[in-house]
């Protein structure tokens, strides 16, 4: 059970650090839309920490915003940063 909350926890904080970047670089939720191929409301639960994304999205979003991917995982359940 708490393997199941730390994911949930993790997922969240993904989430958090994603819409932050997304923010940062003024980008609207379409181009994510449309760089992903996946609907308005697919990409709004993945922003919202309802779904997790995959690997493979985090790397393209990261693109898009212009950031590395592991600044997605700076903020983690045990508080450590990534370098």
């Known amino acids: 059970m708490r393997m199941v909350a730390d994911m949930n926890h993790i997922t969240e904080a993904v989430a958090a650090e994603v819409r932050a970047a997304v923010a940062r670089a003024n980008t609207p939720q379409s181009q994510i839309m449309d760089a992903l191929g996946l609907s ?17 999205e985090l790397v393209i979003v990261a693109g898009i915003v212009g950031v590395e991917p592991k600044e997605f995982f700076r903020n983690t359940p045990d508080g450590t940063r990534a370098a």
């Open 40 to 56: 308005r409301v697919s990409v709004s639960k993945r922003l919202n920490g309802k779904q997790p994304f995959t690997v493979a």
